[in-house]
């Protein structure tokens, strides 16, 4: 549910109301214009109440388990609850896959988001590329999951996961994961980069072109940089896709309670070993799955939704401020 | 990056203001050597044929003013100067446009447009600083960007030169898109002639601004006639008599003539330009 909320925790740059409401007072429009201003208005109010419904009950029954304990032990498997530990891996977990999830997904999404709108050519490849996204974005997260595990079980991918004795290749790890993870942000990063470039007027391309610069120019010292605040919004919601995201974790990444490196590399053992999600650990804890403890559950449903809003606040932020020369609030007259 | 072959300007030491009131009626301004040379130039747009068999010499040290009503050929033939027409799919040029007697088709597009600078009609600063605006245009097609003390010299006077810099000398981190819109369109000057270009091409700079900063732009034109030849295309017939020192009447396509400001407005040879410029004046 989490993810529902980063909309509005991340509000598009430029959204909000129009600085020139133009027209008469509503008090002098017509019934019908005044009902459906009406809808309008209770329409945001509502999404703001069931927005604020979510985060106080999380924090309601957060705040009453949650416990700094729990944030700073490992989880332990245990039939009694007082000896289970907290969520400390799972809290790893989640950034770890984040970070790998968005990290591979924003280059690629920026990349083709760029070839899309400056170059294009040839027509049928921009169309068959465009259609390709919208399948992976259309595409349930189990069923990415199942690909995924099909896929890098095939030995070719051993390395990036723990191999049996017999040879079978696993094919779980938080590379996998990751991988399969950018395939969820993508999407997002690409739509929100390739709306950024089109919304950039074609006389400042020109302006850049008129100064012998060449297009690959233009595109890394003019229109990059003007795309910034949308490439940022972009990964926040690819990011906020990633951290609430619960079927990959359970089918490629383990779902192992602690993180359980594979080889004895430092660091790429992390990565190519198993672990949780505070997604799969919140399942695995409430009533939904084996039900065994909803006060952790609960704590840590809080502590995931703290982290994505932390994370919408951070990259508004950034956002804002890459955007001090931006494109918005544009006067091209005196 | 500065181009040291260029002449040196014997009219350095000219008020800016004799600059300004210079265009007089029937005696054109000191005229330099020819910058460019149109020589047959034709460009059709699919089956549209937008500008036909145009032949018309630009001078150093000299405004030339493109006049006609819209949609007669002027801007494309302005975007022909620099080959920007190029950007557009459909078009297809004919005939040769010379720049110091060398083929601008021989050229390297972006060497030309360095030479050969635009201002368009619509301020367009990019989303950068103002400093970043000119030093964008200053910077080189190299891997690093130079540092800020490498480009501060240039940057300063280029804004000096379009008259900018002691407004906004002060906060050169400052958006440029913060300025006010006769401020963006100097800018925008200021980055067009940062890298010394031989010719100045401005497409209706003043269109979008009010009648202040219009003078303000036009007085600008006056001072940078000195070092550069400009071509300007206007639909405003006065602007045109008072940046002009030649005027170009097109017509449908067709250069009709060209000549002095003041013959062209005076003493038009052919019936379409005397209709055309009348009606200004009526």
């Known amino acids: 549910m989490a993810t529902e909320l980063a909309p509005a925790g991340a509000p598009a740059p430029g959204a909000g109301p129009h600085p020139d409401r133009g027209g008469a007072a509503p008090r002098t429009w017509r019934p019908g214009d005044r009902v459906a201003l009406g809808l309008c208005w209770a329409a945001g109010l509502a999404l703001c109440l069931i927005a604020a419904a979510i985060v106080g009950y999380m924090a309601y029954r957060g705040i009453q388990y949650l416990r700094p304990s729990l944030i700073t032990s490992r989880p332990r498997p245990s039939a009694d609850q007082r000896g289970s530990g907290g969520f400390l891996d799972p809290i790893v977990g989640t950034v770890l896959l984040t970070v790998i999830g968005i990290a591979l997904a924003t280059p690629v999404a920026v990349a083709t988001a760029v070839w899309l709108v400056e170059y294009g050519r040839p027509a049928w490849l921009a169309r068959a590329v465009e259609s390709g996204i919208e399948i992976v974005a259309g595409t349930p997260d189990i069923v990415i999951a199942i690909f995924g595990l099909a896929l890098f079980q095939q030995s070719l991918f051993a390395p990036l996961s723990f191999t049996a004795a017999g040879g079978a290749v696993f094919g779980r790890s938080f590379l996998v994961a990751g991988a399969m993870m950018a395939l969820i942000a993508l999407p997002m990063v690409f739509g929100a980069t390739r709306e950024g470039l089109q919304a950039i007027p074609r006389h400042l391309r020109e302006a850049s072109y008129a100064l012998g610069k060449t297009r690959i120019a233009t595109i890394r010292r003019v229109l990059l940089p003007a795309v910034r605040p949308n490439i940022s919004t972009g990964a926040a919601l690819g990011m906020g896709r990633i951290a609430g995201d619960t079927?990959?974790?359970?089918?490629?990444?383990?779902?192992?309670?602690?993180?359980?490196?594979?080889?004895?590399?430092?660091?790429?053992g992390v990565l190519r070993g198993t672990g949780s999600t505070l997604t799969s650990y919140v399942y695995n804890n409430s009533p939904a799955g084996e039900g065994a403890a909803p006060q952790k559950a609960y704590a840590a449903a809080f502590v995931l939704l703290l982290i994505v809003v932390a994370l919408n606040f951070a990259v508004d932020l950034i956002?804002?401020?890459?955007?001090?020369?931006?494109?918005?609030?544009?006067r091209f007259s005196a | 990056?500065?181009?040291?072959?260029?002449?040196?300007?014997?009219?350095?030491?000219?008020?800016?203001?004799?600059?300004?009131?210079?265009?007089p009626a029937g005696a054109p301004a000191a005229v330099g050597p020819e910058r460019m040379t149109v020589d047959r130039?034709?460009?059709t747009y699919g089956a549209k044929a937008a500008v036909r068999d145009v032949t018309l010499p630009i001078h150093q040290g000299e405004v030339l003013a493109l006049i006609g009503p819209s949609g007669c050929g002027k801007t494309t033939l302005l975007r022909s100067l620099n080959r920007l027409t190029e950007l557009t799919p459909s078009a297809r040029r004919?005939?040769?446009?010379?720049?110091?007697?060398q083929d601008i088709d021989a050229m390297e597009a972006t060497a030309l447009r360095r030479r050969v600078a635009m201002v368009f009609q619509q301020p367009n600063p990019f989303p950068m600083s103002i400093f970043d605006n000119v030093g964008y245009a200053l910077r080189e097609q190299a891997l690093r960007r130079p540092r800020r003390s490498v480009l501060e010299p240039a940057v300063a006077d280029a804004l000096q030169r379009a008259g900018l810099y002691d407004e906004v000398a002060a906060d050169l981190d400052a958006p440029a898109l913060r300025l006010s819109g006769g401020q963006q369109q100097r800018l925008c000057i200021a980055r067009a002639i940062a890298t010394r270009p031989e010719v100045l091409l401005m497409d209706e700079p003043c269109s979008a601004l009010d009648p202040r900063s219009t003078a303000v732009i036009e007085e600008l034109i006056g001072e940078l006639r000195r070092d550069l030849a400009v071509v300007i295309v206007t639909h405003n017939l006065q602007q045109a008599q008072r940046v002009g020192d030649r005027t170009a009447f097109m017509y449908l396509g067709d250069l009709v003539e060209h000549g002095p400001t003041g013959q062209i407005f005076g003493s038009p040879r052919e019936q379409r330009t005397r209709d055309y410029v009348g009606g200004a004046f009526g």
């Open chain 2, 41 to 43: 130039l034709g460009v």
């Open chain 1, 319 to 330: 956002a804002r401020h890459a955007g001090r020369n931006g494109l918005e609030g544009t």
């Open chain 2, 94 to 101: 004919t005939g040769r446009i010379l720049l110091d007697a």
């Open chain 2, 1 to 23: 990056m500065i181009d040291e072959t260029r002449p040196t300007d014997p009219a350095l030491a000219q008020p800016p203001a004799a600059a300004d009131e210079a265009p």
């Open chain 1, 247 to 268: 079927a990959i974790v359970v089918v490629l990444l383990g779902a192992t309670l602690q993180i359980d490196p594979t080889g004895n590399v430092p660091g790429l």
